[in-house]
């Protein structure tokens, strides 16, 4: 019987979260149970700690970027050995039998688990998982680093490599959040002609540095239009929150070009059809990637310098009541400082301090 381990809970609707005590089981069949080293804040993750959704069975832990230590394996683990160094993302694991499983394409799964919503997150000392879930983390990457791959990294990897953009071609990423950030890493070391989008000019800078060609201030002109200006897109990666800049946003595509949805609100688009055909336009949305794909997700950040920029602060106090694993915050704009944890954490979700505008 493992030891028992304190977890992040919400144990009512719009609730406090806080630090509890929980005995843990040994996993069993095809699960894993994974000691945390380090977790993301994600934009979903503050969803899920909010616990107001229909269904929702108390108590919650919420993290679904999660890098640590594979622990204790159930009696049908195959493939792994304690002490494996793993991170888990936003794919928690399928049924492995349905047609999209069969051909590969396991994020669709019908029956897809979700940390955090089909089971304990990993805002915890420890998770347990289904071995479906679990991505080999390279030598290199350190947990704090690893951690974001599973969601943010993998995310912004496929959506920019799987869009078909020709060699050289010109990328642009709308939003420099946690995902645009990464995308607009990706999209310059991937050898695109790399233009970051987002609001205000103090932000140039951090785009440069992360990689980018050029900068649009959406703040001081309609982005697409000075995507046009640049001699247009043949790709645009949307990161932010919001669907209402999309409709201007397409007026910046070169003819063929395509318009990836990543980050989005409940809002609709509106498109205007004669334009979409005229052009060869494609709009269409990109969820996140299979355990396989952050593996090359992550690889290619060693390779390349890919990195999620944020701190790594220690947890706060000690004792039983501590929560041991730093999360991971991208100090970034949209993105939560810092980590953080116990009392702070509790405080700071209760009050939604954080202006989230990206799909994390």
């Known amino acids: 019987m493992p030891d028992p381990a304190v977890t992040m809970v919400v144990t009512e609707p719009g609730g406090p979260l806080h630090p509890s005590v929980a005995e843990m089981a040994s996993p069993t069949g095809t699960w894993v149970r994974v000691a945390v080293e380090a977790s993301g804040v994600c934009n979903a993750d503050i969803a899920t700690a909010a616990a107001t959704g229909k269904g929702t069975s108390f108590p919650v832990t919420p993290g679904h970027e999660v890098a640590g230590v594979v622990a204790e394996l159930g009696d049908r683990v195959e493939g792994w050995a304690v002490g494996d160094r793993v991170a888990v993302g936003w794919f928690g694991g399928s049924c492995g039998h349905c047609a999209f499983c069969r051909t590969g394409d396991v994020v669709h799964c019908p029956d897809r688990k979700v940390p955090g919503l089909s089971y304990a997150g990993g805002w915890a000392q420890t998770v347990t998982v289904p071995a479906d879930a679990l991505a080999r983390i390279p030598d290199g990457l350190d947990p704090f680093d690893a951690a974001p791959f599973g969601c943010a990294g993998v995310t912004t990897f496929n959506a920019v490599r799987k869009a078909g953009t020709r060699a050289g071609g010109r990328v642009a990423v709308f939003g420099l959040g946690g995902l645009g950030h990464l995308a607009v890493q990706y999209a310059a070391r991937l050898g695109y002609e790399t233009i970051a989008v987002a609001r205000g000019g103090d932000r140039e800078k951090l785009a440069r540095e992360l990689g980018a060609h050029h900068y649009v201030d959406s703040d001081a002109r309609p982005p697409g239009a000075a995507l046009r200006e640049l001699g247009g897109a043949d790709l645009i990666v949307h990161t932010a929150s919001t669907t209402a800049p999309v409709t201007e946003l397409l007026t910046g595509l070169n003819v063929h070009g395509r318009l990836t949805l990543v980050g989005v609100d409940a809002g609709s688009v509106t498109v205007p059809a004669a334009r979409l055909v005229m052009n060869g336009h494609t709009l269409t ?24 920029h944020g701190r790594a602060d220690a947890a706060a106090g000690g004792g039983r009541g501590a929560h041991p694993a730093a999360f991971r915050s991208p100090a970034l704009p949209y993105r939560p400082g810092r980590r953080l944890t116990g009392a702070e954490t509790r405080d700071r979700i209760d009050g939604h301090p954080w202006e989230m505008r990206n799909r994390l």
């Open 285 to 308: 949305g990109h969820l996140t990637g299979s355990p396989r794909e952050t593996e090359e997700a992550m690889r290619f950040a060693v390779t390349h310098g890919v990195r999620a």
